[in-house]
């Protein structure tokens, strides 16, 4: 075996391992075991495996299995063979073949289980053989049905063995119908092959016990490939509906015949009898030698005299005194013309031929025209259920027709019920049984044949019955519509409720909702922690019976109880009134003081029929009502005058004046005069500017979109200056109607400026410090709300040590008494003027609250201290909630980092893969360095995993740049000619190695000039081209195609469409989905290099650019990307550029020899690598080592003396861009002129553009490409 082959069948080895079927090869000669599988050796013994073994012997066996086909097949022949394993009971397939096996004759055999594909063999018989009735398919020949395969159940409904009915059919199937009806399935059988329908017939045919039975068939002719055509046919006896009709049928007649039309023949004959008593074997006879023993039709026959309309009429039969009432009609048995005849005693049945009539049309018009379903089952002892009969109008409401609905519910009424209805209506079934007696109703969803559900409601009535089998009548009523309108109904009222429970404010104590109806408390939820649902429990009258006792006045108490109460709540609904609202002043259990809120209560139809429901809003109101109270104050018993402002008309009127005012306007005029009149006559002049002002038109609709605004000015009067507040607010905006207050504050600005001061803050306590007596007086909420006098004492100190003992904390009672000493108190005013601030822990009825204490300068004397307290225990608890969502915030850090580490680990195998192949192949290389095809393979394999380094590396950095937004697009003029043949010159050379054939046009294109980026373009441009020809295989075809399309903006800008289509791979629908995300590859090009970054980048980069990128790709199917982009429009030049498709000038290939280049490069390394590479392509180059040496080089060299420069970027010393700067600006002709190309490992655009601001031609990017440098030469000389 060569070394070549030793790879091979390494190869395959590994293939055969890795299948999950047990495979094995044995020699020919002495059966010894070669190779088995990782299946295979699972079934070995651990002590076998690594031994020389036979097949045999390596599974526990001392001989060849006796049949084992090895050495019996020809060289193209396989054996197929299925043993049975009575030791674990499973079948498997054995496929064997002959081979040569690494020059050895050998056998391979490949071992299945396919116990599970027997055991489904198995049960797809035993469910076919379970279909009621059977089924058959047939040859049809010469107009013959030739059976191929028929069901158990076919035999079945004739009672025949396999054998009989075999014998039988065995020429022709038709041979097995009745005499009588043969001729007329012929002909609907002809009439069905002949048209291709269904052929669907009902016929008679002789039972095993010799009674004709009737058979119903229903098949088609189906066409195969072969010239013989099949027939499948599916065979029911009697179904179950019929067997209940011909039952009832029995029960309500004395006899009933049906006949043949044409032959008198007896059809059907009822199995009570009869009067006439016609032997068992009379079906097939005529009917009057059956019935009457008449050779011919009898005289007395009403079908001969063409009574046929189904009316009764007399029949006294000759030789008897019997007397029948008979009727006939025509009608259609099974396809056969016939009569149905009717013969029954009068005597007897007269009375009940009336009742029955009545029953009838009563169970008939139920039947027919009740609005629902009905069925009737039997319930027997050993819990089996029997459907016995199945109304049209059951089998209607779900889509079914009567014999597919009693098919479903046959053996189970709770068959097609949505699963989550039939578990609990069993049960109630259960309980209705257990019973005995009585009615049930069960409500669930039923499934309509369609799929879709239908909510019906059954009512179950159970029947004595003298056995112990139960007989039980079933009405089904469609409650759909009512279901979904309750289902509204209850959506409606959730969404009522919701939007109030979301409508609840800062100041919300309470809000919850009650069953008015049902007098009982639902939800409450309770800010307060009052516990009053614990308190006043669940009943809804007694717990606002509750909620009155907390008010503090007896006349509010009972306004409350007369609007809130059970019966004054459904008289107010009953009268549309759903809203009532109270508002009072409450004391809540352990609140020292109390509060003012609003009782409202919202009033809503509830989920259940008939259902009030009450929803309870309880709101602090106490701020508000202070404010109205300072404002009733301020603007009412003190206002000068109240003005309604027009500025749509410029007028005005008084509405409110104080007769003691110093100055009152004329009660109505023109807005503007009259400002202009006050402002020259009584305001005084240093205010006579600002009120002018702040009342024009303008500036009043300005200032008013924050709120209404209040300023402040003072006028003169016989000489008294008073000091006035004028404030307007907004009345209605559309018809620009404002209101203006004139209010006197020259005594509250006089005499109470600590107090206003203080009052600008929310306070539950103030207090004013004399400072040179030491007395202080508090003022409380409640004292300011119901005008009591405040609390004087004298001694401050006893005050503070009295509160500090009893309010505050034990463990920081010491540092509050330190803020609170008068001393600590003038320090801190003294370094803070405006105020200051702290916080201390208060302890009350309702535990610990954080109270704010500032401290401020009462007057401008500084001889009255403000001390100003205020409950912030709820802005502190918001603090803390900002410190969990910082908390949170921290989390989603540590999951970003965490996510950062993820990539850098998905990075380090990127990079890890190529970098493991290089250094291995470099291993290899140094190992075979004298076998020059190893090496040259090793060197080439380097080559592509550094390159496949290099793309991984530029990706991930042009990434990272776009993520963090620090990418930059150059705007410089191009030419789309230029930029289709730099693509064509790039791309045509990677697609002839690729064996690929890539076409490149340009269509319907007449603006060709434009500003963009001209690198970002082919980045995009080459991505989607390089994939397309690296995912195409040979022989297969890439088209390029540029367009010109109609812009989306302005005349100005200029739009293309770029369309990339190959005939390669394709992509799957589900990776179309994830395209463009980073590290994304599709399955089927994992063996391709990439780094999976590429479209990502592609796709962002348009992204920014504006523009749209979009893919069409199916397996196997090929791809096309389109990419559209819109530029700024250039001037046209008359420049002509080749048709793009042809490669670049051959002569490139020697653009380096004779040429003497400077080379600038610090790395001794890449120094060593360019210089040789350089001299390979037979030039010089002189290096020098940093930018400074470089440029004493060129400058002590004579001119002409170098063809180009090379210049790395970062050097020591003087860098590349410095070092071009320097020869551009030397004063000799070749400096201007040399080509200078940038070296960098910095490949992004603005390293391009600042290489060509340095004074640089072009750019190439580390590592060096000889084919890049090629190009870049090509440009510059």
Known sequence: MTKDTSISMDQLEAILDNSPTTVIISALDNRELLYANKAARSGIAPECLGRKLTCYQAFGHDSPCPTCPAGTLGQEDSALRELFNPGNGHTYRYVGKDIDWSGRPAHIEYISDISKQKLLEQELEHLVNSIPGGIASYEIREGRFIPVYYSDGVMEISGHTREEYNEMVKNDALGAIYEADRERVLS????????????????????????????HLNGRQIKTSSEAAMFYAVFTGMSSESRLYQNITNETADSIYVIARDTFELLYVNETGGIFSPGPDCLGEKCYAALHNKKAACEFCGIMAGRLDGE?????????????????????????????????????????????????????????????????????????MRTEFISPGLAAMTQRTVEEAGHLYDADIFAGMHPEDAEKNRQKFQEFLKRGTGTCELTGRMQRKDGSYLWTCSTLSMLPSPDEIRRIYIVYTDITKTIEEQEQLRRRYEEQLLEHYHKNGANELILGHSSISRDRVVEMRDSTDSALVERFGRRRDAFFQGLAGLITDREDQKAFLKIFMNESMLDAYAQNKTEQAM????????????????FKVNLLTGPEAGEIIGILTVTDITEETISERIFHQLSVTSHDFVVDVDLLHDSYAILACNENAS????????????????????????????????????????????GPYTFTFSTENHGDIRIKNMTIASIEPLLERYCMVCTDITDSVREQQGLLHMMAYTFELMGLLDVGSGSVTVYTRNMVLENLPPDTTEDYAEAVRTFTDHDIASESAENVQNQFRLETILQRLEQEPSGYDFVAACVGTEGIRYKQFSMLWGNRNHDTVCVVRADVTDMIAAEREVKKELEHALADAEAANEAKSNFLSAMSHDIRTPMNAIVGMTTLAFAHIDDRVRLEDCLQKITVSSRHLLSLVNDVLDMSRIEQSKISFNHIRLQLPDLVDQLTAILV??????????????????????????L?????????????????????????????IVTEHTPSTVRYRFTVQDTGIGMSEEFLKHIFEPFTREQAAERIEGTGLGLSIAKRLVDLMGGTISVESGINQGTRFIVELEFEEAEQTL??????????????????HGRHFLVAEDNEINAEI??????????????????????????????????????????????????????????????????IIAMTANAFAEDVQAALEAGMNAHVAKPIDMNMLRAALGRVL
């Open 188 to 215: 609907a059988a002809a009439k069905a092959l002949e048209g291709g329908e269904v052929l669907d017939v009902s016929y008679r045919m002789r039972h095993k016990n010799g009674r004709l039975i009737w058979i």
């Open 312 to 384: 009764e009429y007399e029949i006294k039969e000759d030789g008897t005194e019997r007397i029948t009432y008979t009727r006939s009609r025509e009608t259609d048995w099974n396809g056969i013309p016939a009569y149905v005849k009717y013969v029954r005693d009068v005597t007897e049945a007269v009375q009940i031929r009336r009742e029955k009539e009545r029953l009838d049309l009563y169970f008939r018009s139920i039947v027919e025209q009740f609005p629902g379903g009905i069925s009737m089952m039997t319930y027997h002892p050993d819990g089996t």
């Open 583 to 598: 508002s009072c002043f409450i004391r809540l259990p352990e609140e020292k003081y109390g509060r003012f809120v609003q």
């Open 663 to 706: 100055y009152i306007p004329a009660l109505h005029g023109c807005h503007s005069r009259q400002t202009a009149e006050m402002a020259d006559s009584i305001v005084l002049p240093k205010d006579s500017r600002q009120f002018r002002h702040a009342l024009e038109a303008d500036e009043i609709r300005r200032s008013l979109k924050k």
């Open 989 to 1014: 050379p990677q697609a002839r190695e690729q064996g690929v054939q890539l076409s490149i046009c340009a269509e319907q294109v007449t603006r060709t000039a434009f500003y963009g980026d001209f």
């Open 1016 to 1044: 970002r373009i082919n980045q995009i441009l080459i991505n989607l081209l390089g994939n397309a020809v690296k995912f195409t295989p040979a022989g297969g075809r890439v088209d390029f195609r540029v367009e010109e």
């Open 1135 to 1152: 420049a002509a550029h080749k048709d793009s498709g042809e490669e670049a000038d051959p002569k490139m290939a020697g653009i380096f």
């Open 1170 to 1235: 360019l210089c040789e590479l350089l001299h390979m392509e037979g030039a010089s180059s002189d290096l020098r080592e940093d930018g400074a040496r470089m440029v004493e080089a060129f400058t002590s060299a004579e001119p002409g003396t170098y063809d180009v420069i090379l210049m790395d970027i970062q050097m020591p010393g003087m860098n590349g861009y410095e070092a071009a700067r320097v020869i551009r600006s030397l004063d000799r002709a070749d400096a201007k002129e040399i080509p």
